[in-house]
């Protein structure tokens, strides 16, 4: 009996032998022939070390793996490339998705840049510029005065603690601060008024909604006016084409100073159309009176017009990832 079963036992053996030798050969032979199945990164990636995420659409990502993803195009080694990264994960330009603030209204996000922006820790472009539709009806500048542009506003001292408070805390943990250049004057006639600043929310420039601003060769063109004697107003068109280069999204979608084509200008807060801030001050003051405008976008869309410091309009903000 014992011989007998030693007999089957030694034949188990010899057929897992030579089934190991059969796998093996054969696994072998895919590697040696590239017939191998590998895994793409593109479908596969752990965004954690107990989490992987698969590449899906630009509304389905929760808020971490959205930087995760926001960081995979910044880490690409060209612009197209990161743009091809984003692609192969779900996201483009003109993207939207709706996103709930923490004081109980909703809001959108849309895509308008891939690796436009500086950090401000000097690590290079984030990955992800997007626009959140008005988070909130505010002033610019509680002094009713533009002096000191941007960077010295009520608003953006508000959006600094305030305002970020509105974003669902996932969100707000994962924003970067990037570079921002503005007129921090507000009223001058010297391209040296535009200086930068560091922010995590901030309101988009007239030029990078508009592109290149030709509003005062327009209007003025060179001729002498009998109230200001100035000649020269280009100054003032260079100022405010220095505060950054116009987002993909509003080229793609032929936003000028003067036209909105497509209507994508044309917000709403509380379901009701808002006009929004821009952080760009308007640059000059006639004689007698004070700086107290910056420029917004109307009610209607259109994208050039100037509000009051210290009279209400949406807040529409941007952020990066």
């Known amino acids: 009996m014992s011989d007998r079963r030693g007999g089957c036992l030694t034949a188990l053996l010899l057929v897992f032998s ?23 990164r593109s479908e596969v990636v752990s965004s954690s070390d107990d989490q992987v995420l698969r590449p899906g659409d630009f509304a389905d990502y929760d808020w971490e793996e959205l930087a ?23 996201v483009e ?19 308008v840049g891939i690796r436009c922006d500086e950090r401000s ?3 290079g472009r984030a990955g992800l510029t997007l626009m959140v539709s ?12 533009n002096e000191g542009g941007w960077e010295a506003s ?23 601060s990037v570079r921002k250049s503005t007129n921090n004057i507000g009223i001058a006639s010297d391209r040296s008024c535009v200086t930068a600043t560091d922010d995590r929310l901030w309101l988009f420039s007239l030029s ?3 592109g290149e601003i030709d509003l005062f060769a327009n209007e003025y063109g060179d001729e002498v006016r009998e109230r200001t004697y100035y000649i020269d107003y280009g100054v003032y068109d260079e100022i405010l084409s220095a505060e950054g280069e116009q987002y993909p999204y509003f080229r793609e979608a032929g936003v000028t ?39 917004q976008v109307m009610d209607t869309g259109y994208p050039s017009s100037l509000g009051s410091v210290g009279q209400g309009a949406g807040v529409t903000v941007g952020l990066c990832l």
Not at 68 to 90: F, H, K, M, Q
Not at 93 to 111: E, F, I, K, W, Y
Not at 134 to 145: A, H, K, L, T, Y
Request: hydrophobic content about 40%.
């Open 18 to 40: 030579v089934s190991l030798v059969i796998v093996g050969g054969g696994f072998l032979y895919l590697v040696a022939t590239g017939r191998m199945p590998l895994l793409d």
């Open 257 to 295: 100073c003067s036209s909105d084509s497509n209507g994508v200008l044309a917000l709403e807060y509380g379901s009701a159309p808002t006009a929004w801030w821009y952080r760009s001050p308007y640059p000059v003051s006639f004689e007698g009176e004070k700086g107290t405008y910056f420029y």
């Open 121 to 123: 820790d000097g690590t």
């Open 134 to 145: 008005p988070i909130s009806i505010r002033p610019m500048n509680e002094s009713g005065s």
């Open 154 to 176: 009520s608003l953006r001292a508000w959006l600094k603690d305030d305002g970020l408070a509105l974003l669902p805390t996932e969100l707000a943990e994962e924003v970067a």
């Open 208 to 210: 990078e909604v508009a």
């Open 93 to 111: 330009v003109g993207d939207v998705r709706p996103l709930s603030l923490t004081d109980g209204r909703q809001a959108s996000m849309t895509v």
């Open 68 to 90: 995760y993803v926001a960081r995979l195009i910044a880490e690409a080694p060209s612009d197209e490339e990161g743009v091809n990264t984003a692609r192969e994960w779900g």
